[in-house]
């Protein structure tokens, strides 16, 4: 099925460890971006790419990373990861930059940080 | 910071009957858009509403919004069990290259 694709579902990492998010897509959508939902907090943008070959911070970028690696795929790379990064990372595309369009999420990864 | 703030946080309702949720924001808008997410799930796009429109329809579901107030509201009509989910408005900011998302709302419809 076309959508947003992300691996791993599931993931529990040492303190200090570091991991790489992966986000497909396969509907040509130039935007890319990454978010974080914590209970209570609702969704916080962590990193975007309003394009192809650029990438921008969002509301919380401390501790992450992004690649833009072509037009499909956008990761996000925990280097050194810590407690206070356990929370359900969420990838989303859309056809332009903005908000004028609608987003398509793919189904989370749970990232526990021991 | 989170843009739109969803009012009332919660909500539980027999089935049949019509949830009303609503979304306050604080900047201008080009768009408000209303998301669903089932439990350990992402989040699905409903609907979406230009600064230009005051209501819009999409089956079961009708949005309206005010932009002299700052807010909108969401109703579901004739709700069911496999509506039991938590309800995200967004907004698309003007100068902004991303959407700012709510809180969330739950709804519990019972069967």
């Known amino acids: 099925n076309a959508g947003v694709t992300q691996t791993p579902k599931f993931q529990v990492l040492k303190t200090g460890q570091s991991m790489t998010l992966q986000c497909a897509q396969d509907m040509n959508h130039n935007s890319m971006y990454w978010y974080r939902q914590d209970p209570g907090m609702g969704l916080r943008l962590i990193y975007y790419?309003?394009?192809?070959?650029?990438?921008d911070k969002g509301e919380v970028p401390n501790g992450y990373n992004v690649s833009r690696l072509n037009k499909r795929e956008f990761s996000l790379r925990l280097e050194s990861a810590a407690p206070s990064q356990t929370s359900v990372y969420f990838c989303?595309?859309?056809?332009?930059?903005?908000?004028?369009?609608?987003?398509?999420f793919g189904s989370g990864t749970r990232l526990t940080v021991v | 910071s989170q843009q739109g703030e969803e009012d009332p946080q919660a909500l539980s309702i027999q089935e049949g009957e019509n949830a009303t949720m609503n979304c306050s924001y604080k900047t201008s808008i080009n768009n408000l858009q209303w998301y669903r997410q089932n439990s350990g799930r992402g989040l699905v796009h409903l609907i979406l509403i230009r600064s230009n429109e005051r209501e819009k329809h999409s089956g079961r579901l009708r949005v309206t919004l005010d932009t002299s107030k700052k807010s909108s509201s969401l109703l579901i009509t004739a709700s069911r069990a496999a509506d039991t989910a938590s309800y995200f408005c967004?907004?698309?900011?003007?100068?902004?290259?991303?959407?700012?998302f709510g809180k969330g709302n739950q709804v519990v419809v019972i069967p």
């Open positions: 989303a595309s859309s056809e332009r930059k903005g908000g004028r369009y609608g987003y398509t």
């Open positions: 967004a907004t698309d900011e003007d100068g902004n290259n991303r959407l700012a």
């Open positions: 790419s309003a394009s192809e070959g650029t990438t």
